[in-house]
T-cell receptor, first 113, second 113 residues
Framework: EAQVTQNPRYLITVTGKKLTVTCSQN?????MSWYRQDPGLGLRQIYY???????DKGDVPEGYKVSRKEKRNFPLILESPSPNQTSLYFC????????????FGSGTQLSVL | GESVGLHLPTLSVQEGDNSIINCAYS??????FIWYKQESGKGPQFIID?????DKRQGQRVTVLLNKTVKHLSLQIAATQPGDSAVYFC????????????FGKGTKLSVKP
């Protein structure tokens, strides 16, 4: 089944403890992206990647890192999480950078205490 | 329409009625528009799209209308079913790449049986 898989679905952590949210897609998509979703603010893009080893900042990149060493994986790294990073995170992919039809993962609910 | 503050606009309809969800977009240079559906506990799912050279596009039970004069987009759902209950987002793309995809804040559709 074609899908975007994120792990974990739920995560509770403490301020300053490094964490990684994994994202993997099995559709051979070139483009991958991370969003956060907050009440009243909608979906905001954190980082995106147009292909392997090519990443770029979205609208709200501060406090986050990403890497794209392989085409299928696009992990989101929080080196030192803070409470304002408590949010619902979505990974998405599409066939190419100019293909607007995004396929989303099921989300990761992160709480930073 | 778009949300203000922390509460999403809500549309409540009777099963079998038609639903119309509205969206005001921000950038007159946007040339591509998408509607996504997000069910509770899931990631957004692509419904239908439309390019700026069109006024109307129809899918299965859904129609998207674009009024570029007033920068307004609407999603019409025919014969609304309980399974249509979800949050619906519009998104606009003004740069031809995913990095320029801007999401609206969403409208919650509730279908009464």
């Amino acid at each position: 089944e074609a899908q975007v898989t994120q792990n974990p679905r739920y995560l509770i952590t403490v301020t300053g403890k490094k964490l990684t949210v994994t994202c993997s897609q099995n559709m051979n998509h070139e483009y991958m992206s991370w969003y956060r979703q907050d009440p009243g603010l909608g979906l905001r893009q954190i980082y995106y990647s147009m292909n392997v080893e090519v990443t770029d900042k979205g609208d709200v990149p501060e406090g986050y890192k990403v890497s794209r060493k392989e085409k299928r994986n696009f992990p989101l790294i929080l080196e030192s999480p803070s409470p304002n990073q408590t949010s619902l995170y979505f990974c998405a992919s599409s066939p190419a950078w100019d293909s607007e039809k995004l396929f989303f993962g099921s989300g990761t609910q992160l709480s930073v205490l | 329409g778009e949300s203000v503050g922390l509460h999403l606009p809500t549309l409540s309809v009777q099963e079998g009625d038609n639903s119309i969800i509205n969206c005001a977009y921000s950038n007159s240079a946007s040339d591509y528009f998408i509607w996504y559906k997000q069910e509770s506990g899931k990631g957004p799912q692509f419904i239908i799209d439309i390019r700026s050279n069109m006024d109307k596009r129809q899918g299965q039970r859904v129609t998207v209308l674009l009024n570029k004069t007033v920068k307004h987009l609407s999603l019409q759902i025919a014969a609304t079913q309980p399974g249509d209950s979800a949050v619906y987002f519009c998104a606009e793309n003004y740069g031809g790449s995913q990095g320029n995809l801007i999401f609206g804040k969403g409208t919650k559709l509730s279908v009464k049986p």
